[in-house]
Structures are given as structure tokens and as C-alpha cells.
């Protein structure tokens, strides 16, 4: 009789645990798809007409530069909100971190587009612009990496691959979210002068909406092992996880910053590539960002197959491949631009495509793998930022790199190819917590 009640007990833990990781699979997919959209939303606005709007004085080309560093300042932001968010989700608990950073992004975004511009508020817009910018950052230095470490908590052992790889699908399909539907709008109308600029911004409210609703639902993870207990009251006295951290898990903290120059391919191939095949051979800036996004869009939903042989050979030898596989194939990218030909570039994108969402897919269940987690969130949030401001510097080290010539490219390749090398290397070192 005991027997039949500890399997029926067994078989509703397991029942409750099942759902359990599914609502914090939902909420990463539709929270990275609301923070991302947001944060995405920011850059091809900087770059078209935030400066004519805010930053009117400073000239044409005066202003596209402040708004391009409007853009920019996030990126120092992020790390901050890694620690701030970080501390909270292990400190208090990753739900209540999850849901203030999201519900700060939406505030933020939705702000963005009620300011006032300089033509009615001068330089206090300018300003304003700014401090949002900074806002959005403090709140995405936490949203990926805080939902992939919720969801691998949540996640049945064999299956966490799976289960994380739906933040990183709502991480792609938020980037692509947001310059969509402000290239819809710029089809029609004079962003500028009807204002219709404001529209994608005020649809970040109930975007964010729907997301908090599904997030509210998500049962806290933070339970540390009976071997983390001790640790996990000293985090609590510590001022912050970072110190305890920084004194207990030194090597693999500084190995996810290593292993984070993955993400350079993002800045790499929207900017790098994108800038110096328009901008240098001349190619029609449309045809490369439309391969782009077919590349991204077309290769987006194969991170869960990515993320399922991860589960069965383990994470290190599928992001090792991906990081080696970006550095060997970067050069026979470029190389692939002077056929001119849109469709051969595109296939060639789409292939390289595949690599990148290997790795991406596989950092979501790998890097919260490295900590207990009594430190858990602010391992993987902090460390992954700080990785971020190298990436956030590259357009800077690419455009000094470039050389003249038809193979300027080749410096830049090389930087870019040494990162995802030190990311291989900083991977295949890494030794993975074990919880007792």
C-alpha cells in the first residue's frame, strides 16, 4: 500500500516537474522575444532617424555619430544590470529578477516613444534618450542568460538542451522582430515628419504585457544542494554573489567571458560584413540584408535539433565545432561576396548561419552548467556581459583594422577568427559543477 502511494506521489512530482519546466521554457521564449525586440528596436532607429530628431544641432553627420553612441552606451550598461539582476536572482530568486528586468525593458521601450524631440523639448530629449538607452541596457544584461539559467534549472536533466534552446529561438526572433516592423512602416510613410516612428515603440507595452503574463506563472528554481547550503547562506550575508564568485569560481567565471566572444558573430555580420559589402565593394545594401535576414530567419528553429545532440554528446563538443567552424568559414564567406551573385551569397550565409545557431543554441545550457546556485545567475549573467563590451567595441576595432584594397577584409577576419578561437579554448576548458 506504501508502494502504491510513493509511485503515485513519484509519478505527480514528476507530472508537476514536467510543467514546471514548460512555463519556464514559455517564458523564456516570449520574454527573450519582448526584451529582444525592444533592445533590437534601438538600433536601425539610431542609425535612420534618431539623429535628425534628437540630436538636430550637431549637423548630419554630427548627429548620426551621437546616435550611434546613444546606441552604443548600452552595451557598458548591460554589464552593470548583470550584477544588480544577478544579485537579485541569487540572492531573492530568479523570478522576481526575471520579471522587474522585463517589465523594466517595456517601461523603458514604451517611454522611447513618448518622448518629446528636440524640436519641442531640446536638449532635455537628447537626454532623456539616453538615460532610456541606459535603462534598456541595465534590463537586457540579465533577460537571455537569466531565462537560459531558469529554464536549465527547471529542465529535466537529459532534456535541459531542448528546454533552453526556446529562450535563444525568442532571442533571434525579437532581433528580427523589431527592424521588421519599422521597415514595414518606413515602406509607407516619412518616419520623421508623421511621427509613425513612435508606433513599434509603443508596441513593446503589450508586448511586454503578454510576456509578464506567461512569466508570472514560472515556479522559482533557486533550490541549492545539500553541499551548496552553506554557500548559499554566505551569499546571502555577502554584499553580492560576485564576491563569492569571484573567491570560489574564478577560472570558469573568466572562461565564460572567453567563451561569450561567440556572440561577436552578431555584431560581425550586421556590421562588419554588411558595411564593407555595401560600403566597399559597392553591393546593393538590400540584397545583403535580405540575405541576412533569410539566413537568420531560415536557420533560427534548428537550434532545438542543435540543442537536442548536445544533450546526447554533451555541450562542449557542439559549441567547441560551432566557434572553430565560424573561424574557418568567416574567410570563405567574404570570399564568397565577389561573385556578386545574391543567391550564391545567400546559400553561403545560410550555411554559415547553421554554425552560428550551433553554439548559440548550445551557451544557453552550457554556461549554467559551470556554477551551483548559490551563484548560478550571477555567473552566467555577469560573466556573459563582460564578454558582451568587447563584442560591443568591435565595429570600432574592425573599421581600424581594414585595410585598402580587395583584401582589407583579411585583417578583421583575422580578429575575428582569434576570438571564436579563444572562445573554443576557453570552452574545452571549462569543468562543469557538480551538485551533490
Known amino acids: 500500500m506504501s508502494k502504491t502511494r510513493d509511485n503515485q506521489r513519484n509519478v505527480a512530482d514528476s507530472h508537476t516537474n514536467t510543467k514546471a519546466a514548460r512555463w519556464a521554457a514559455a517564458s523564456g521564449f516570449f520574454g527573450a522575444i519582448a526584451e529582444y525586440y525592444d533592445f533590437a528596436l534601438y538600433g536601425p532607429a539610431a542609425a535612420l532617424f534618431f539623429g535628425p530628431l534628437f540630436f538636430a544641432p550637431l549637423g548630419q553627420k554630427g548627429a548620426v555619430l551621437a546616435s550611434l553612441a546613444s546606441f552604443g552606451v548600452a552595451y557598458l550598461a548591460r554589464p552593470l544590470g548583470a550584477v544588480i539582476f544577478g544579485s537579485v536572482g541569487d540572492r531573492i530568486g530568479r523570478r522576481p529578477a526575471l520579471l522587474f528586468s522585463l517589465a523594466l525593458m517595456g517601461t523603458a521601450t514604451t517611454l522611447i516613444g513618448l518622448l518629446p524631440t528636440y524640436a519641442t523639448a531640446g536638449w532635455l530629449a537628447a537626454v532623456l534618450l539616453v538615460l532610456l538607452r541606459i535603462t534598456q541596457g541595465l534590463a537586457a544584461g540579465v533577460e537571455q542568460s537569466g531565462s537560459t539559467t531558469l529554464s536549465s534549472e527547471a529542465a529535466p536533466k537529459h532534456k535541459r538542451g531542448v528546454y533552453t534552446s526556446w529562450t535563444m529561438i525568442g532571442v533571434a526572433l525579437g532581433w528580427f522582430a523589431g527592424p521588421a516592423v519599422l521597415s514595414r512602416l518606413s515602406a509607407s510613410h516619412d518616419l520623421i515628419t508623421s511621427g509613425y516612428w513612435r508606433i513599434p515603440f509603443l508596441l513593446a507595452f503589450p508586448l511586454a504585457l503578454i510576456a509578464l503574463a506567461i512569466r508570472w506563472q514560472v515556479t522559482e528554481t533557486k533550490k541549492p544542494s ?27 567565471f573568466f572562461r565564460v567571458i572567453g567563451a561569450s566572444l561567440h556572440m561577436l558573430v552578431g555584431v560581425t555580420m550586421s556590421v562588419f560584413v554588411v558595411g564593407y559589402a555595401a560600403n566597399t565593394m559597392g553591393l546593393e545594401k538590400s540584397a545583403i540584408l535580405g540575405a541576412l535576414s533569410i539566413a537568420g530567419l531560415s536557420t533560427a528553429f534548428t537550434q532545438p535539433f542543435f540543442a537536442w545532440i548536445s544533450d546526447k554528446i554533451g555541450r562542449k563538443p557542439v559549441f567547441i565545432a560551432s566557434c572553430l567552424g565560424l573561424a574557418a568559414g568567416l574567410p570563405l564567406l567574404m570570399l564568397s561576396l565577389n561573385t556578386r551573385d545574391t543567391f550564391i551569397i545567400t546559400i553561403v550565409f545560410i550555411a554559415f548561419y547553421l554554425v552560428v545557431m550551433a553554439g548559440n543554441v548550445v551557451q544557453a545550457s552550457f554556461y549554467p552548467e559551470l556554477f551551483p546556485a548559490s551563484v548560478r545567475f550571477t555567473g552566467v549573467s555577469v560573466g556573459t556581459q563582460l564578454g558582451l563590451v568587447i ?15 580587395t583584401y582589407g577584409w583579411v585583417p578583421p577576419v583575422i580578429f575575428a577568427a582569434t576570438c571564436w578561437i579563444i572562445a573554443a579554448v576557453s570552452a574545452y576548458t571549462a569543468k562543469p559543477y557538480v551538485e551533490e
Do not use: C, F
Open 391 to 405: 563584442v560591443g567595441m568591435s565595429p570600432v576595432i574592425y573599421r581600424s583594422l581594414q585595410g585598402a584594397g
Open 226 to 252: 545539500q553541499k551548496d547550503a552553506a554557500k548559499a547562506q554566505q551569499a546571502k550575508k555577502e554584499r553580492t554573489p560576485l564576491l563569492v564568485l569571484l573567491r570560489e569560481h574564478p577560472a570558469n
